[in-house]
């Protein structure tokens, strides 16, 4: 059995924006005043020890290395079941929304203490407590390569600049094929020799020609030779000045690609999202295709991968994954797509939930300068 702890303050460290759920904040003050405020609120001791539905979904419910539950919901459990008195034990439920559901109309738990998300849905079913967490649908995009090293980098190892040195090899071969047919009998010093070795010698020869470094090493002496070796020379100069601003202009794309993605809008980007959640709900309802993962962290590691443009996730959720496994590898944009509010969940007419209500309300100061910090 686990005694609740009194208030023992959050261990969990959030952001969220300053702007976020202040309407709903605002509705929770002015409700505050109808409630005593000579301190905490107390219920009596119910005769059997409450059983508190939780899972791992950090950032509100996780296990430390210990194997103690901690997390924002978790830790304002114990707080509120302190100042109440309530004797309670953790049990551990399925994660997904359905069988907490179940759990709770089933009589296998008296509450659910974890980010459970307020929908119109689940509040036929269950009942909420005040929304102590107002948050949001988030996009995630891969962080902005700003080094000018890595962008280079990047570039020289893609499939297009493969491409464009390919036709360039290409080209610089067929130059020296013909200076070779045209010099080799009657310039054999420069050109001659076995086929190979002549060959050979001639791609050198346009290869520095072309790049207009010409060490004069291999020069042809025919008037058939000069004339192609003239026309080389201006055809050199050309590839050579398009390449350098093809490259230019290239790595300056690299580099800015991600900003421009972060401004298109959710039709245009290849869009990821966790399967059955409320990510996929609402690209469905806004009729947007997207690809979906078993889990966050496999749409995150699809995201870092480039199998995808941008991950829709709940904001909690994806700020902690990548500040503990995606830091400085993706980007988190002020771009809130739906509101979510987090509450505790009951079953239908549980005594807890007015006192657990009363206990939110008379914290709605507190929660908002937490939330608003990431305390």
């Not at 002020?334 to 239908?348: G, K, T, V």
Request: hydrophobic share 45%.
């Amino acid at each position: 059995m686990t005694r609740g702890r009194g208030q023992e303050g959050f261990r969990y460290r959030r952001r969220v924006s300053p702007g976020v759920g202040a309407a709903a904040i605002l509705g929770w003050v002015l409700l505050s005043s109808a409630i005593a405020a000579t301190g905490p609120s107390t219920v009596s001791k119910p005769a059997a020890v409450l059983r508190v539905g939780v899972s791992e979904e950090p950032p509100f419910a996780l296990r430390d290395s210990l194997g103690e539950w901690r997390g924002y919901a978790i830790d304002l459990w114990r707080e509120i079941a302190g100042d109440l008195g309530l004797a309670y034990r953790f049990v551990d439920v399925p994660g997904d929304s359905q069988a907490m559901l179940r759990a709770l109309k089933g009589g296998r738990v008296d509450v659910v203490a974890l980010g459970v998300a307020v929908t119109p849905e689940q509040a036929r079913e269950v009942s909420y407590s005040y929304p102590y967490y107002p948050s949001a649908l988030a996009l995630a995009f891969r962080s902005e390569r700003s080094s000018t090293a890595w962008a280079v980098l990047h570039f020289l190892l893609s499939r297009e600049f493969a491409y464009v040195m390919g036709g360039l090899l290409l080209a610089t071969f067929l130059a020296g094929i013909l200076i070779w047919a045209v010099e080799r009998k009657e310039n054999p010093d420069h050109f001659g020799g076995k086929t190979l070795h002549g060959i050979g010698s001639a791609f050198w020869w346009a290869a520095v020609t072309m790049t207009t470094i010409g060490y004069g090493d291999k020069v042809p002496r025919t008037p058939k030779g000069r004339a192609i070796a003239l026309v080389w020379m201006f055809v050199g100069v050309v590839l050579v000045s398009f390449f350098t601003a093809w490259v230019t202009a290239a790595v300056a794309v690299e580099k800015v690609s991600n900003r421009s993605l972060q401004h298109r809008s959710l039709e245009e980007l290849r869009l990821g999202c966790v399967r059955a959640g409320m990510g996929e709900k609402f690209l469905a309802a806004e009729k947007i295709h997207a690809l979906s993962f078993p889990t966050a962290p496999d749409c995150l590691a699809a995201l870092v991968a480039g199998k995808i443009d941008a991950a829709v996730l709940r904001e909690p959720e994806l700020r902690y994954l990548v500040r503990t496994a995606y830091a400085g590898e993706i980007d988190i944009v002020p771009r809130s797509l739906e509101r979510i509010d987090y509450a505790f969940a009951f079953p239908r007419g549980s005594p807890l939930q007015e006192p657990v209500n009363e206990e939110i309300i008379r914290r709605i100061g507190q929660l908002s300068y937490r939330v608003r910090h990431g305390l």
